[in-house]
């Protein structure tokens, strides 16, 4: 059961934008920054956001994150068909000593 | 640029021991700039992170895996490794070694992941 809770799914256009959210407590998100990952079925996660809205080399700018006390936030914009994944936020938990996963939210595209 | 790769079996008993390698290639592993990741994903569940260990062998393991896990490192190998005993179908998934950006932050290297059922 994960301490950090998303929205089982977000749906849109093409072109369009989405925002995933990412509740936790003053133990995880409110002291630690939040990572966001995107996961395609068969493929390993990949790292889309980390360190206050850095983006790993060859991660668009149409990823972006935000923060705000014990909640984040994940910006896709310009949507695209390639987009269609899982999408989890992460981050270390200082109560359970343990880096903690979201949910997990579902982006389809329309 | 350092590559991750998982081995072992890809089925196992319950009630036995599940033992996973990761291969670090590219780099070392010998720093504690880095907390190696183990993370899993159950068939139609989340990630769930395992565990983490560094070079020196300090780890962290998840609460709820309860006493059942060992993570350890072998430098002259440059591979960390998994234990996870009393295994039970609700340890069926695919798991995945990581590395972290830095320290305990976001997991930006991962292996391809390996499928490990328990059954009989």
């Known amino acids: 059961q994960s301490v950090l809770t998303q929205p089982p799914s977000v749906s849109a256009a093409p072109g369009q934008k989405v925002t995933i959210s990412c509740s936790g407590t003053?133990?995880?998100?409110?002291?630690?920054?939040v990572s966001w990952y995107q996961h395609l079925p068969g493929t390993a996660p990949k790292l889309l956001i980390y360190?206050?809205?850095k983006r790993p080399s060859g991660i668009p700018d149409r990823f972006s994150d935000s923060k705000s006390d014990t909640s984040a936030t994940l910006a896709i914009t310009g949507l695209q068909t390639g987009d269609e994944a899982d999408y989890y936020c992460?981050?270390?938990?200082?109560?359970?000593?343990?880096?903690?996963f979201g949910t997990g939210t579902k982006v389809t595209v329309l | 640029q350092v590559q991750l790769q998982e081995s072992g079996p890809g089925l196992v008993k319950p009630s036995e021991t599940l033992s996973l390698t990761c291969t670090v290639s590219g780099g070392s592993i010998s720093s504690c700039d880095y907390y190696w990741g183990w993370i899993r994903q159950p068939p139609g569940k989340g990630l769930e992170w395992i565990g983490s260990i560094c070079y020196s062998g300090n780890t962290y393991s998840n609460p709820s895996l309860g006493g059942r896990l060992t993570i350890s490192v072998d430098t002259s190998k440059n591979q960390f490794s998994l234990k996870l005993n009393s295994v039970t179908a609700a340890d069926t998934a695919v798991y995945y070694c990581?590395?972290?950006?830095?320290?305990?932050?976001?997991?930006?290297?991962w292996g391809q992941g390996i499928m490990v059922t328990v059954s009989s």
């Open positions: 992460g981050t270390w938990d200082s109560g359970l000593r343990a880096y903690v």
């Open positions: 990581a590395r972290p950006t830095g320290g305990h932050d976001g997991f930006d290297i």
């Open positions: 003053t133990s995880n998100i409110g002291n630690y920054y």
């Open positions: 360190d206050n809205n």
